[in-house]
């Protein structure tokens, strides 16, 4: 199983807001993970590999971004 990250990781290595990337993927436009609704909360799954290979970075390199 890959790594995963949160939305914070996310929205912080596309230069965007923690909202854009909970809707995103609550409408399926983002590509690199999913959300689920369990009863009435979100939960969102965000793959590491999948990012960052949605923004053309390499795994060390985006490592160091999250870090």
Avoid: D
Avoid at 15 to 42: D, E, H
Wanted: glycine share 8%.
């Amino acid at each position: 199983m890959g790594k995963k990250i949160s939305v914070r990781e996310a929205a912080e290595l596309m230069n965007c807001s923690p909202q854009f990337i909970r809707i995103g993927l609550q409408r399926g436009t983002l590509p690199f993970g999913y959300a689920v609704k369990m009863s009435s909360k979100w939960t969102y799954n965000i793959s590491a590999h999948q990012i960052n290979k949605y923004l053309g970075i390499e795994s060390n390199e985006s490592q160091e971004k999250v870090q």
